[in-house]
């Protein structure tokens, strides 16, 4: 028959394999999703650079519309800026 401490020992030793597989399927996940993180950033990077080379080559080939596109959304930038400082301005007046 086994004594007491021999069912604690058996019981301790079980949750320490236990706690040893999680721990291992815990890095094992996270050093996965540390990888996709990677990849995924790669991914937008490459992503973000061909985007800007294909605005590059537009901006080359038709330099008017892309001065009327600046234009134009400088103005809309300004005008939402004059709005908004305007309605402050009210507000703390």
Known sequence: MRTMHENVDT????????????RE????????????????????????ERGLDEARVRVRNEPGRALAIAFAAGAVV?????VSVTRRMRRHA
Not at 11 to 22: E, H, P, S, T, Y
Not at 78 to 82: D, E, I, Q
């Open 11 to 22: 019981v301790n030793r079980l949750l320490d394999r236990g706690v040893d597989r999680v």
């Open 25 to 48: 399927e815990m890095a094992d996940a996270a050093e996965r999703a540390m990888r996709q993180t990677k990849r995924a950033i790669r991914r937008g990077r490459h992503q973000v």
């Open 78 to 82: 300004g005008a939402l800026t004059l």
